[in-house]
């Protein structure tokens, strides 16, 4: 059995493993066999491509080569026997392929899909191929057998309490980071609110992106549990707990694909929300013309398939259709999204007008699930909660628990300012190419990168006038940023 | 700008980069939007995965790492300097996602996509993302313009003849080495047939392979040309004159996927005649329970395809249906089918009789082809070109032209008899089982290997008669097979 060593070669997200091409008794043709394999250590095993070595300083003889993310995964010592034999594909990829035929697939069959998905049994190509199989057709049932094969893989949180509310938008729209302002407002109110967010994927900064320049957001489950029950709330990184593990391997394909079906968002967020432990939850879909949803039937379209999957998964689901026309508020990335969150909560006078009207707007919705509160008197009450200081207090209390950050993050110290090529209306603000910019300047890896919106749809423009601020902490990421903004700034005037 | 250094490691199929974690000045943010680059050499440019070194011996500051594959496809020097670059995803990814989507695309799109495979710009993951969303839905005209951009982006053979004929098998049945007897025998009569064949893929044994047993196979398109010229026909692996080079790369996803779509059947093959040069064709189509195509319907749905592709590629073709309920022949495995195809060329009289009668079927429908001979001759013809011993003569000229084979290929020197559990007749023999055990033995690579079968469909057995003998030149390979047929022997018996 070959002898573990550690190659210092990082092939992050695949896992290769590494053998001397000479001295192994291994024939060509076997090493064609074996270019997926299987190693198995004392309590763990990995799947790897297999790459050749043709250099004995890298590797020797009766040597395995793990690389670091390899090496990781499996999680055994340097010098420790394990076995290798060649990776039969996973059992499930029969039904990935009747999926591919264009079969409907069972309950148990999609639950074994996703069991060996979120045990790394398949290749990046074999999940794309799933996933655009499902793209083609999908049918309900299969959406919520999908739904709970992701919750059933992953870990659950469990809440002492019938009412576990949560809120949760569907993206695309940057800047839009109402979770930060809701939250206080609910938890002012005294609902229970454990919110777990995501880091971005594609956009420049997530919830838990932009939480944590204000409080740490890694908690464990149980560091959440003592914090909710003390503040009735947290502002999580949902990473940190595996919610949905399988989902994070599928969001790694859908990712460069663009595969963005209203099937698969369905199931990743309420697949999240059921192992979040969630009761009641208020889903936001904004439509515009850049927005991941671009007509009011589609939005009609998505509401009706999250409902159905929802009461399946006996989740109280409220869908609010919102304005996705432009990114809301003024600070894109995390330290200048942070900005605007504390400027509302604060009710400080330029404080983004959109983005607290929005934030209480879901902060009512879901301040209507509770029973106590006579019907439509949410948004009220959500209003109160914020002008009274009463969400600002509880946000502090929280960024206390959670532990507050101790870096003064302040906004990028590179800046360059995006101007009106000519005089007009801005008559419209592409989210796509706006979120883009701001990811090139940095964001959401380096905090203080992003954008400054300094107009916004409808306001009248002077040829020279700043449209938005780029902000960076690297010369090359402000030049990046830069570079796209003068090849398209994402506004469109109109004479 | 770095200067290259060869990696002497092997990720193929996939180019691989390498660069040093620390002291390039790259940030781990760069270096998340280099996980794909573009390197750009004096006069080619490849695209690579980028893995991190963290091991100064390996790789200096300055130095870009090309692994072997990588090195090979840029195919510059040591130390020479290149640019290196993000990746740009290929624009016509933007295609792709319109297919994932359910648009059908127009000609120039379908281009475009097959011109940036051909590149080698597709990563496995969206080669496999385009075949999954094509095996959804893909109209004729759509596999029209997929067949005609393989044929471009391909070089293509020229012949002096205005009627150059071949014929062609979908594949699936192990055995079914008629080529090799039909070739010749058209040969003999006169027709011009310059016959390329590929190289296994998923089977025991390519035509290639089982050529190359005899006779080099490896021919430049000039070599070709001059044996052509000489003797009206040629055997040799298509591989080496480049015509379908975007095929190459489809295959490559769609073996591991086992996507086999009629569509993606009917353009791979036409793709491949019409740059061959192929004027007139015979197609045939063997049904069967364990075949590729497994009823009468769906031969007629894939012929109907053929023809409508082949018509608008001004090809004159011939479709047969023919049985492919069991393995053709008795051997399966390059030398084991060398021999019956040599059995029946010199009328030996235990040369296996199925596959003399489907190569004179097929070889009489191709000399039907021929104006001069008067309609539906063609079958008394080939047969008297095979009976006379002008086939024959004609085999020993063209292996004599192509370079007869030195080395004189045996049955592997391990053996292995399977045997039946019980008595009864043989009512099924499993094609692909069959194909897995030739396989395993070490076919095709290792020449000798494959599978003799003793019984045939329909003959009776006792209990502990031979049913196949396993042949392998390695004890391993042996062993993998026997373990296999152990499993389950591909035979079903009844009682």
Redesign the interface.
């Known amino acids: 059995m070959p002898k573990i060593r550690r190659i210092?070669?990082?092939?992050h997200p695949e896992n290769?493993a590494?053998l001397l091409?000479e001295g192994n008794g291994y024939?060509?043709?076997?090493f064609?066999a074996l270019k997926k394999i299987r190693i198995t250590g004392r309590c763990s095993e990995i799947l790897a491509?297999l790459?050749?070595?043709?250099?004995g300083?890298?590797l020797k003889p009766g040597e395995i080569g793990l690389?670091?993310q390899a090496f990781r995964r499996l999680g055994q010592e340097e010098g420790e026997e394990v076995e290798i034999a060649q990776a039969r594909?996973p059992a499930s990829l029969e039904y990935v392929?009747r999926k591919?035929?264009?079969d409907t697939l069972g309950d148990s069959e999609i639950s074994a899909i996703i069991r060996d998905i979120s045990r790394h049994l398949y290749?990046?190509?074999?999940?794309?191929?799933f996933?655009?199989?499902c793209?083609?057709?999908m049918s309900t049932p299969e959406t919520l057998a999908m739904t709970r094969a992701m919750v059933d893989v992953g870990s659950r949180l469990k809440w002492d309490s019938p009412l576990v509310v949560d809120k949760h938008c569907i993206g695309g729209i940057p800047g839009n980071r109402t979770s930060m302002i809701v939250v206080p407002i609910v938890a002012a109110h005294g609902l229970l609110i454990p919110k777990t967010s995501s880091r971005a994927i594609t956009s420049p900064s997530g919830t838990a992106d932009t939480m944590e320049v204000l409080a740490n957001v890694d908690l464990t489950g149980e560091e959440m549990s003592t914090i909710v029950a003390q503040e009735r709330a947290v502002l999580a990184w949902g990473g940190r707990v595996n919610l949905s593990p399988a989902d994070d391997v599928l969001i790694s394909?859908e990712r460069?694909?663009?595969?963005d079906t209203y099937e698969q968002m369905v199931a990743s967020i309420l697949s999240k929300k059921a192992a979040a432990g969630s009761t009641h939850l208020v889903i936001d879909i904004p439509v515009g013309p850049t927005a991941k949803v671009r007509s009011q039937s589609d939005a009609v379209r998505l509401r009706k398939l999250f409902e159905y999957v929802a009461r399946h998964m006996n989740i109280v689901t409220d869908v609010v259709i919102t304005d996705g026309s432009q990114p809301v508020g003024r600070g894109i990335g995390p330290v200048l999204e942070a900005r605007d969150v504390m400027a509302v909560l604060r009710n400080e006078a330029d404080a983004p007008e959109d983005l607290r009207d929005h934030a209480l707007l879901l902060a009512g919705r879901v301040l209507d699930f509770d029973p106590a509160l006579e019907g439509g008197r949410g948004y009220a009450r959500a209003l109160e909660m914020l002008a009274s200081g009463a969400a600002l207090e509880a946000m502090e209390r929280l960024i206390e628990a959670q532990g507050r950050q101790t870096a003064n993050l302040q906004p990028g110290s590179h800046q360059f300012e995006v101007q009106a090529q000519r005089k007009g209306a801005v008559r419209a603000i592409d989210c796509h190419q706006i979120a883009r910019i701001a990811r090139l300047a940095?964001a959401p890896?380096?905090k203080g990168a992003g954008i400054d919106l300094v107009r916004k749809i409808g306001e009248q423009v002077r040829r020279g006038d700043t449209l938005y601020r780029i902000y960076a902490n690297?010369q090359?990421?402000l030049g990046f940023a830069r570079e796209l903004a003068e090849e398209d700034s994402g506004y469109e005037l109109q004479a």
């Open positions: 210092p070669i990082d092939t290769t590494f091409r024939s060509p043709e076997q064609q491509t790459a050749l070595v043709d250099d300083n890298i690389g670091e594909p392929r591919i035929d264009g290749s990046p190509m074999e999940i794309g191929a996933l655009v199989a793209a083609g057709f394909v460069p694909l663009r595969i940095g890896m380096d690297t090359t990421g």
